[in-house]
């Protein structure tokens, strides 16, 4: 039996937010996430936030520069479900990855699990139940050695089989940034 660590937004609330009150709500939400961490690991240290993340991707924990990304436009259309599901899930990644053995700890293994359930009271999902079909016809996010590339879908498992793409102007084969592309 699993309690909610964290408490409920209210949703008719958060519906009437404009997007500045919003993204305070986010920041608010990432802090008391981080207070609730700090109680198991009180030398965490506090992760940057960025709302610049664009594509399928709902949250990001980038461990080289030091905090967390998120995308506004998901956020914006799934409100509830962001604050309830997207920002633990990447805290508990920043907190396991700051444990002892946590850099070498499969993303969601055994530890970010635990994390999420004994800390955050959540049963750990790895993807959001949310409809990301709006956010961009072309929500798949590859990188080459010079810039970030879009693809639809369609590309994404053409290139999930085995098909290489390179990129136009630098040459180099594309690679999936996924979520964890930290
Ligand atoms: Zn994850
Ligand atoms: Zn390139």
Known sequence: ?????????DASRLDDLDQAALHRSLLARVEAAW?????????LPRPAVW??????????AHFARGGLRFN??????NRVAFLVEVVPHEMAHWLVHHL???PRARPHGHEWQT???????LE???????????ASPAPYRYRCACREHAF???????????????????????????????
Request: aromatic letters at 4%; a positive charge; one cysteine or more.
């Open 72 to 77: 506004p436009v998901l956020l914006a259309e």
């Open 51 to 60: 709302l610049d993340l664009r594509g399928k991707c709902a949250g990001q």
């Open 100 to 102: 002892e053995d946590g």
């Open 152 to 182: 639809t879908a369609r590309r994404h498992s053409l290139a999930r089989r085995g098909r290489g793409y390179r990129c136009r102007h630098c040459a180099e084969t594309l690679v999936y940034l996924g979520c964890h592309a930290s």
């Open 35 to 43: 207070q609730l961490c700090r109680e198991l690991h009180p030398s």
């Open 115 to 121: 994390v999420m359930r004994r800390l955050f009271g």
């Open 1 to 9: 039996m699993t309690m909610p660590a964290l408490p409920d937004p």
């Open 124 to 134: 750990p999902r790895t993807t959001h139940r949310f409809d990301t079909g709006r």
